[in-house]
C-alpha cells in the first residue's frame, strides 16, 4: 500500500494569513503542520532560484520537524527560516557568508533556536547573507546577491537581506534576523516589511556569544504583521517571565506584560519629535523618504499624538569615526576566529576583498584609539537621553534613500585597484586618514546613517512599512524609543498597521 504525501495548501490561501493565524489554524486541526510545510517549500522552489532568499535547504530536516510539532506552542506547525548567520542549529551548516565555513557545521543549538523550537516553529532552511553580515546589501561572494521581490534589479538590504526576501516573497510568514547596524530595520523597510530592533540585553545571543561589535548587535525577526512580531520577541525574549542566561553581560526588566497583549492596547497620546535632516554632507535624504516621514508625522497628528521636528541631535563623526572603527575592529576580530577554526592564518583568499581590507584597517588603529572612539558612544547616549526626556519617541527615515540597485554599493574599479595595490605593499594599516577610506566609510555608513544610532545607545526601535515610491519600491519609516520600552513601540505601531494596513500589499511575483 502506498503511503499518500501530504495534502497541499494553496499559496493565495497559505498567504492571506500571518504566522499567529496559521498557528491557530494548526491548533484547530484545519491544517497539519505537515501540509503548511510543503506550501512553503513548494512557493519557495519556485520562485529561490529567482530571488535567492533561501541558501541551505534543509526540507528533510524541516519535514523531520513537522512531524514532532510540540502541541502547545504558539506558533505549533508554522514554517520558518532561520538566517545564516549567529543562529546554531545542531546538525546543520552556518557558513556566515563566508567560504572558509564552508565545511562548518553547528554541534548544539543557540539558546534563541532551542526557544523557537519549543514555540512550535518548523525550520526548513537557512538564509542569505553578506558575508559575516558586515553590508547593509546582501551580495556576498559566497552566495551571490539577494533579490528584492518588489523589483529584480534592486537589493533587499542586509544584512538580514534574504529572510526579508523570503517573507516578502510569501515563502514564510517570518524569518530570524539580526541587527548590529540597522539589519534588522533596513531589509524591512527595502521589502515593506515589519522590523523591530530590540534593546540591548532583550534576546540573547547565547551561549556562544556573550556581546557582539562592543553591545550593537540585537537579534530578533522580520514579519508582515506587529503580532507576529510581539508574540515572537515574546518567545525568544522570556516575557514577563524573563531570567536572565547564565552569563548574560546584560540585563534588562521584563516587560509588564506579553508583547504580543501591547499590540492591542492605546498608545496613549503620544510627544514624537521627528527629523529628516541627512547626517552627511555630501548624502541629501531623498525627497522620497522625506515625504515618507512628513506624510506619517501628518497621520500621527490625526492620532492625536503631539509631533514636532527637532534636528539631529547627534554630529556626522559618531558614525564615520565612533562607530567605523567599531567595525573595523570587530571585521579583524572575526578574522581571528576564522584563523582559530580554520587551524592556520586567515589567507585572503579565504575572504572577500572589502572584509580583508577592513580587518587590515584595524591594524592602523591602536588599543587607545578603540576605547577613545567606545567612550563616544556615551556622548551619543547622553544626547538620546535628553532627547526622550522631553519627547517619547524620535520618528526618522529608516534609510536615507529608497532600496538601492544591486551592486551599488561595490568598490568602484578604480577603488578595487587601489586596495588591491597597497594591500599587495603591505600598506592598507597605512590608509586610515586617507581620502579613499573616508569615501568609503562616508558611502557605506552614510547609508545606515539613521539606523546604527540605535544600536549604539541599545534603545529598541521598529521600521514600519507606511510608503511606496512612485516607482513602487517600498520605504519604511523608523521610530525609537527609550531603552527597554518595546512596550510603547509596539503599541504605536498596532495602532498604525489599524489606520494604515500593509499586511495585503505584497510584491506581484
Not at 489554524?25 to 503548511?36: D, H, R
Not at 532568499?53 to 519535514?63: C, E, F, M, S
Not at 521627528?274 to 512628513?294: G, H, K
Not at 564615520?320 to 567595525?327: D, I, L
Request: hydrophobic share 40%.
Amino acid at each position: 500500500m502506498q503511503s499518500s504525501s501530504p495534502q497541499v495548501m494553496s499559496f493565495e490561501e497559505y498567504v492571506k494569513h500571518d504566522a499567529t493565524a496559521l498557528a491557530k489554524l494548526v491548533e484547530t486541526g484545519a491544517v497539519s503542520p505537515a501540509e503548511l510545510l510543503e506550501t512553503a517549500i513548494a512557493r519557495a522552489e519556485a520562485v529561490n532560484p529567482t530571488l535567492n532568499a533561501i541558501v541551505t535547504p534543509l526540507y528533510d530536516k524541516g519535514r523531520t520537524m513537522a512531524e514532532q510539532v510540540p502541541a502547545k506552542g504558539p506558533f505549533s506547525g508554522v514554517p520558518f527560516l532561520l538566517k545564516d548567520l549567529e543562529m546554531e542549529w545542531a546538525g546543520t551548516p552556518m557558513k556566515s557568508g563566508n567560504a572558509g565555513y564552508q565545511n562548518y557545521v553547528s554541534t548544539t543549538d543557540s539558546e534563541v533556536v532551542k526557544r523557537l523550537k519549543k514555540a512550535g516553529l518548523v525550520f526548513f532552511g537557512k538564509t542569505n547573507t553578506p558575508e559575516f553580515g558586515l553590508t547593509p546589501y546582501t551580495e556576498s561572494t559566497l552566495y551571490g546577491p539577494a533579490r528584492n521581490p518588489w523589483k529584480l534589479t534592486h537589493s533587499p538590504g542586509g544584512s538580514s537581506g534574504g529572510s526579508a526576501v523570503a517573507v516578502a516573497a510569501g515563502i514564510v510568514p517570518a524569518a530570524t534576523a539580526t541587527d548590529g547596524g540597522g539589519s534588522i530595520r533596513i531589509p524591512a523597510s527595502c521589502c515593506g516589511l515589519f522590523g523591530l530592533k530590540p534593546s540591548r540585553g532583550r534576546v540573547t545571543l547565547g551561549p556562544r556569544f556573550g556581546e557582539l561589535w562592543n553591545g550593537a548587535v540585537a537579534g530578533h525577526a522580520l514579519t508582515r504583521s506587529v503580532r507576529d512580531s510581539a508574540g515572537l520577541l515574546d518567545v525568544v525574549a522570556g516575557g514577563p517571565t524573563y531570567r536572565p542566561l547564565a552569563g548574560e553581560p546584560y540585563t534588562i526588566a521584563p516587560p509588564e506584560r506579553p508583547f504580543r497583549e501591547e499590540v492591542s492596547r492605546e498608545p496613549g497620546k503620544l510627544r514624537i519629535a521627528f527629523s529628516t535632516q541627512s547626517l552627511m554632507p555630501s548624502q541629501i535624504t531623498d525627497p522620497e523618504c522625506v515625504n515618507a516621514v512628513r506624510e506619517t508625522a501628518r497621520l500621527l497628528e490625526q492620532l492625536g499624538h503631539t509631533v514636532e521636528e527637532v534636528p539631529l541631535p547627534y554630529e556626522k563623526t559618531i558614525v564615520t569615526e565612533a562607530f567605523f572603527v567599531n567595525v573595523l575592529s570587530e571585521t579583524a576580530a572575526v578574522l581571528r576566529e576564522l584563523g582559530h577554526y580554520l587551524g592556520r592564518p586567515v589567507r585572503r583568499s579565504d575572504v572577500e576583498l572589502n572584509t580583508w581590507a577592513q580587518a587590515r584597517l584595524a591594524e592602523g588603529f591602536s588599543a587607545a584609539d578603540a576605547a577613545y572612539q567606545k567612550r563616544r558612544w556615551n556622548t551619543l547616549n547622553r544626547s538620546m537621553g535628553q532627547l526622550h526626556e522631553r519627547y517619547d519617541l524620535f520618528l526618522t527615515p529608516t534609510l536615507p534613500r529608497p532600496p538601492i540597485e544591486i551592486g551599488a554599493f561595490q568598490n568602484k574599479s578604480s577603488e578595487q585597484r587601489l586596495l588591491k595595490l597597497v594591500d599587495s605593499l603591505g600598506g592598507l594599516k597605512y590608509l586610515k586618514n586617507s581620502k579613499t577610506v573616508e569615501d568609503l566609510a562616508e558611502r557605506s555608513l552614510g547609508y545606515i546613517s539613521f539606523t546604527v544610532i540605535t544600536n549604539m545607545t541599545g534603545q529598541p526601535s521598529m521600521s514600519v512599512p507606511l510608503h511606496w515610491s512612485a516607482d513602487g519600491l517600498p520605504i519604511g519609516v523608523m521610530f525609537a524609543a527609550k531603552l527597554g520600552d518595546e512596550a510603547m513601540l509596539f503599541r504605536l505601531a498596532g495602532q498604525l498597521e489599524q489606520e494604515k494596513p500593509w499586511f495585503n500589499k505584497r510584491p506581484v511575483f
